[in-house]
């Protein structure tokens, strides 16, 4: 569904129009509900899949090794700065082929002990703290995007100047948009209705339940939907 679709949806939904539900409220709506849907997704998106489909790029990005320096400050680019969380960090050794690194916990006494001892060379590790990767170890090589990130990002914002756009979610999650922001307006405004869209909401959140067991791991729709209590 485009916008345009999803917004008259809504109307319909609570029987408004564009002066009785303003385009600006409906929007700011729509948008807090998108993240609401996406952190449903990726708290059952078991295998890292997810990413908005409005992205013009791949959720992944580099980052050039330095000699002699073993932290790195994601947030500092662009690409970048609209990370969620990584998921896996590659490296390239001094023969210039990527590794994946392995992650250290904060429970990890022993790694994090040889974190902080920094020995040179190629790195085998990481720790995340903040925005800041730290390596195990302090790199004796400079290579040209030395570390590769794939990451999990935020929505991309929807706009009320892109109606012929389709949110970036899975398309099956787009009337659960539309009801979501329904029900908003409904309970703002003390509606009668508001208990029915409620209950629509929880049926249709139901009834997009996909469990991945048995699946086949490459297959893209891989999410359950968490129940959120909505009072």
Do not use: W
């Amino acid at each position: 569904m485009i916008l345009t679709e999803i917004t008259d949806l809504v109307h319909d939904l609570v029987d408004t129009n564009a002066t009785t539900f303003p385009s600006a409220k409906m929007f700011r709506f729509l948008n807090k509900n998108q993240t609401i849907i996406v952190n449903q997704l990726l708290a059952n998106d078991s295998l890292g899949q997810y990413d908005d489909r409005n992205n013009d790029d791949l959720n992944e990005g580099y980052i050039n090794i330095e000699s002699g320096r073993n932290d790195y400050n994601f947030a500092e680019d662009e690409n970048l700065s609209d990370i969620l969380y990584i998921t896996k960090v590659l490296c390239k050794d001094s023969n210039g082929q990527y590794q994946v690194l392995h992650k250290i916990g904060p429970n990890d006494d022993l790694a994090l002990n040889e974190l902080k001892e920094s020995s040179s060379g190629a790195p085998t590790a990481y720790r995340i703290s903040g925005k800041v990767i730290l390596l195990n170890s302090v790199p004796n090589y400079a290579k040209n995007k030395g570390l590769k990130l794939l990451f999990v990002r935020i929505p991309v914002k929807l706009l009320s100047s892109d109606m012929d756009v389709e949110p970036g979610i899975p398309a099956t999650y787009h009337p659960l948009l539309a009801l979501k922001t329904a029900y908003d307006y409904a309970r703002a405004k003390r509606m009668d209705n508001k208990d029915d869209l409620l209950a629509e909401v929880k049926e249709e959140e139901a009834n997009l339940e996909v469990h991945v067991s048995g699946q086949d791991k490459d297959v893209n729709t891989v999410m359950t939907t968490a129940q959120e209590s909505l009072m």
